[in-house]
């Protein structure tokens, strides 16, 4: 009986992080929505706005597949809009030809100083004051 009360106990848990995340993700997009991002958009742009912090700073693909919650080839669609849309470049790993750099763009970097406050208060919102459910 104490091992289908535990079960439970973590299944309920599961379940309120899903549903956390699932509600802070809609809302993020629909507060970047405006402004031609998603929330998966928005999380490239800023691990690339941190990780590489200067103007012409990359980053490798393969450490943003490490840090967002996407396939390898969503990723690299969700890549190939924000290049296309003029927000990130792309360039070859000239050490390992399999390698792929990105970098963000001015006006990348631009869009996400503009956006982030957005970004922000949704999750000042939802993490605020609350902590996760059974914490």
Do not use: Y
């Amino acid at each position: 009986m104490a091992v289908k009360t535990a079960d439970a106990g973590l299944e309920e848990r599961w379940r309120d992080i899903l549903s956390v995340h699932a509600r802070t993700m809609c809302e993020i997009d629909r507060a970047l929505h405006p402004h031609g991002l998603g929330a998966s958009d928005f999380e490239v742009l800023d691990i690339l706005a941190t990780e590489s912090p200067g103007d012409g700073d990359q980053c490798r693909v393969q450490n943003l597949a490490g840090r967002v919650h996407l396939s390898q080839s969503a990723l690299s669609r969700l890549i190939g809009r924000l290049e296309k849309d003029g927000l990130v470049e792309r360039s070859m790993c000239v050490e390992d030809r399999r390698g792929v750099w990105v970098a963000l763009t001015r006006k990348g970097r631009d869009l996400h100083a503009e956006v982030l406050p957005l970004q922000r208060a949704v999750l000042a919102r939802t993490f605020g004051d609350a902590r996760l459910p059974h914490e």
